[in-house]
Every structure is written in structure tokens, then in C-alpha cells.
């Protein structure tokens, strides 16, 4: 008689967020609201559907960069810093998701106005995760709800285009 010894499977890929569970709400809540803010910020000012949505594929897929490194930053060496440390650290990584957001218009329909819309998407991802962050960090590492944090974020993207229109207004004039 012979003797049958099975073989195992290949090895299947599985993204990052996959393996570990509690990963997968950072990724998802910041893609969210990177790309709700990407898309909805400069279409307040520019009224252009075709931009925004480079700028809202760049904010989602920006955010989930961001999602990653914060789930792992404060399941790390994270957790133990002063939490208004995140404050400053905030605005820095917002104004590069702000930036992430905004490099898609390179090759997108309104590429001649990417240095306006660097200063801009700098301006409204710093404003954005720098409260954004602190307040969803310490929500999430408490196991508590964020959908409301995620929620008033999203609604709150929209007014970023105008306040950063009027920020860059009172600093040119």
C-alpha cells in the first residue's frame, strides 16, 4: 500500500491590514476620510468634479498609508508619549496627507495649478489630522466608537477648502 502525503498551499498573499484585524479600522476610517475631504475640500472652491476626484483617490489612498503607520505608531513606542505630543506630529503628517492627496492633479486635468494645490492640500491635511488624530488615536487605543469622530471629519472637510481659500487670501493680500 502506498503512503499519500499532501502537500501544503502555496503561500497566498494577504495585505498588511488582513493579518492583523486591528489594523484594518485605521486604514479604513483614514482612507474614508481622506477621501471624503479630498474630494468635497476643493470642489467648495472649484466646483470641478474631475479634480476632485484625483484629489479624493490621492486622499483615500494617502489616508490609508496614514492608517497603517498610525496603527503602528501607537501600538509601539507611541502609546507611552505624551498624547499632545500628536499635536505637532499631527499636523506635520497631515500636511504630507494633505500632499499625498493632492499629487494625483500632476497627470489629472488641472495639473497647472499644482503648486497652488500643494500649499492648499498642505494647509488642509495639517488642519485636518492635526485635531483629527489625537482625538481618533485616543478614541481607537480605548477601544471606544469612532464613527462619530470619522463622521464630524468628514463633514468638516468640506469647509477646509474655503478656510484654506481664505487663509492663502489674508497671507497674498
Keep these: 500500500m502506498t503512503r499519500m502525503t499532501s502537500l501544503s498551499a502555496a503561500p497566498t498573499f494577504e495585505p498588511l491590514a488582513h493579518r492583523d484585524p ?5 486604514v479604513r476610517d483614514f482612507a474614508f476620510v481622506g ?7 476643493p470642489y467648495a472652491v472649484l466646483h470641478d468634479p474631475g479634480y476632485s476626484t484625483f484629489t479624493g483617490i490621492g486622499g483615500a489612498l494617502s489616508g490609508a498609508l496614514l492608517g497603517l503607520f498610525s496603527a503602528w505608531l501607537l501600538r509601539g513606542f507611541g502609546r507611552r508619549l505624551p498624547k499632545l505630543v ?7 503628517f497631515g500636511a504630507l496627507w494633505g500632499i499625498g492627496a493632492v499629487l ?3 497627470v489629472g486635468p488641472m495639473h ?6 500643494l500649499l ?6 495639517a488642519l485636518q489630522l492635526g485635531w483629527f488624530w489625537l482625538v ?16 464630524l471629519a468628514s463633514a468638516l472637510g468640506t469647509s477646509l477648502g474655503l478656510v484654506g481659500l481664505r487663509a492663502l487670501d489674508l497671507v497674498f493680500h
Design 120 to 125: 492648499f492640500g498642505g494647509f488642509a491635511g
Design 22 to 26: 486591528s489594523r484594518w479600522p485605521w
Design 86 to 92: 500628536f499635536v505637532p506630529v499631527g499636523f506635520f
Design 104 to 106: 494625483p492633479t500632476a
Design 35 to 41: 477621501a471624503v475631504t479630498g474630494f468635497f475640500a
Design 136 to 151: 481618533y488615536g485616543y478614541r481607537r487605543v480605548n477601544l471606544r466608537s469612532t464613527w462619530a469622530v470619522v463622521l
Design 112 to 117: 497647472d495649478l499644482l503648486e497652488v494645490s
